[in-house]
């Protein structure tokens, strides 16, 4: 095989390697979700709802009295964007989570105000949101640059 065809070989199974896209995957259909530090000790974990289509994502967690400081809901898009949020007819304050393509946390909104039209954007692009109680992130120490992995939904025995 010529040394080109071998190097182009190499450089494509480099690239899948090391891209994250592998570890990232499960989030797409992710039932847990949890935070890393930079030196890959866990800070908190997450049992979530998947909001991973447009109804479940204009709903959120609307109406809801309550949120338990270990749940969550994580929003899956279709790419990333500079993702808006808006607190309308959400009656508990919540922190937001806005996370990479990656798996990197980019930015937190702290303690979003319950029943207002305000937009929450975060300033680069993002792949998901975790909506969680107000407080939790400060409480756990999230902080721009945390890793999250997420643990997929078991799948359905046929």
Not at 99 to 106: F, L, M, N, P, T
């Amino acid at each position: 095989m010529p040394i080109y065809q071998e190097i182009a070989k190499f450089s494509l199974v480099f690239a899948v390697l090391t891209t994250g896209a592998h570890a990232v995957e499960p989030c797409h259909t992710a039932s847990k979700v949890r935070f890393f530090d930079i030196q890959n000790k866990e800070k908190a974990a997450y049992a979530v709802e998947l909001a991973a289509d447009e109804t479940t994502q204009e709903k959120g967690l609307m109406f809801r009295t309550k949120l338990d400081a270990d749940k969550g809901m994580w929003f899956v898009f279709d790419h990333s964007y500079r993702v808006a949020m808006w607190m309308k007819n959400t009656l508990i304050p919540l922190d937001m989570v806005f996370v990479d393509e990656a798996g990197v946390v980019r930015y937190i909104e702290h303690e979003a105000k319950p029943e207002t039209l305000t937009i929450r954007q975060t300033p680069s692009p993002a792949r998901y949101v975790l909506e969680i109680a107000g407080g939790q992130a400060k409480a756990h120490h999230l902080a721009p640059g945390d890793r999250v992995r997420c643990e997929a939904a078991p799948q359905a025995q046929k």
